[in-house]
């Protein structure tokens, strides 16, 4: 059987997308401010590994495997376990 370009696209595409249905998408924003903080740019971890460096005004976003990571915002032991369900979005 011969599998014509349309068909490896469709293929490729399509695994992409259930790819993409199995993580969990992770959105951060840190709002613009003027005077408090203006300076700092802290880090935000997951699970001890640096995802994004937010400055003043910035969004990122991250892709993550579902289950259960430490969340945190600088390099500290103190954070928040998120259970993380595939395919959801969190803010």
């Known amino acids: 059987m011969k599998l014509t370009a ?9 695994a992409t997308a259930y790819g ?3 993580d969990a998408t992770v959105t951060v924003y840190r709002p ?11 880090s935000i ?3 001890g590994i640096e995802l ?5 005004g ?3 976003t991250a892709t993550l495997p579902p289950g259960k990571h430490m969340i945190t915002a600088g390099r500290s ?3 928040q376990f998120v259970d993380f369900e595939p395919g959801q979005k969190y803010f």
């Open 58 to 60: 910035t969004v990122f």
């Open 77 to 79: 032991e103190v954070g």
């Open 45 to 47: 971890y997951s699970d």
């Open 32 to 42: 613009y401010c003027r005077f408090v903080g203006i300076a700092l740019s802290p």
């Open 20 to 22: 993409q249905e199995r």
């Open 6 to 14: 349309t068909v490896l696209v469709t293929l490729a595409l399509a």
């Open 52 to 56: 994004q460096r937010l400055h003043n």
